[in-house]
């Protein structure tokens, strides 16, 4: 793609780092994994952060540290990445779809306090597109219903609400560093938590369930999900830049809505929310597709993901139900979340990093304006 949709951003410093660990005898496990977690930690405002191999794998623990397993039911979106749902069912946690609402794409509240049951332990809370969840009322039902309140900050960092991070919501938070999120690890991820003995669970968790310096000591089934010091050494001096590579993105999402604002056919994401700041990961335009059904939309949008491609642009959509996928939906009852449904099936994620030009942007929505007029999306 002449215009990719992400790419990262990695500075001469960063290439430094990274080869100045290449030179030390300490591949693992040494003073860079601690320099990271430490720079995480004093961002976020959590004393424990835990560097782990991926999102994903932080999301795992997080449940496993939780004591979350089979007869639990967890409340989780079903429009976001499946890394959230996956981690729920590797422990055998039965993941209960929940229904999002239309401006933010966020978990809706009152959808929320539907789907509780008495085997509702926890609330899955994903900070969409880095846009913050409404934590105040989810935690006044998670406080009422006394469940866990498991944070998916992937897609997130830096995002606030209520003047603090995501991340310091819940009894567990986790951030993610693939290759296009905010900030790279290459594959990456972190869990920050306030609970010390949740952090020291994780911790041997990560490590194969050591609890001390004996390498051949296993207090219980652990797994390798450590992050290598190659890895944090690039973290750390990516989470130097962090909030001028959040300034930047945010310049991206006002000039993309500056460009389409006066687009009739085109849904643009809220900009400003009266309680929260926006850690900007993706930009997600939806399609207005009026009167059309969800699959007639989708052959739409389809179809302007197909111009564009031709024009050169990298696009995608973000995201695909998790309830629809083969590996949830031929499990038990099928389950309609029309509101997920509809968004899923018009949404168009634009191309959107760090260093993307001005001049990029404009094309891009000059190319989109016009792949609306010939799809003739109204
Ligand atoms: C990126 C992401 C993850 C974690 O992904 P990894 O590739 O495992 O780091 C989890 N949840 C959401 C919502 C994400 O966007």
Known sequence: MRISLSAPDISDAEIDAVTAVLRTRQLSLGPKLAEFEQAIAAYTGVPHAVAVSSGTAGLHLCVRALGLGEGDEVLVPSFTFIAAVNALRYERVKPVFVEIEEKTLNLDIAALERAITPQTRAIMVVHTFGCPADMDRIRVLADRHHLHIIEDACEAIGAEWDGRRVGTFGNAAVYAFYPNKQITTGEGGCVVTRDPALAARVRSLRNQGRTGDDWFDHAELGYNYRLSELACALGVEQMKRLPAILDRRETIARLYARYLADEPGL???????????????????????????????????????????CAGIGCGRYFAPVHLQSCYSQRGPAVSLPVTQAQAARTVALPFFNHIAAEEVAEVCTVLREALQVCAVG
């Open 267 to 309: 849904i643009l994401p809220p900009l400003d929310l009266p309680n929260g700041c926006i850690s900007w990961f993706v930009y997600v335009v939806r399609l207005r597709a009026e009167g059309l059904d969800d699959l007639a939309a989708r052959g739409l949008r389809d179809a302007v993901l197909r111009h564009l491609r």
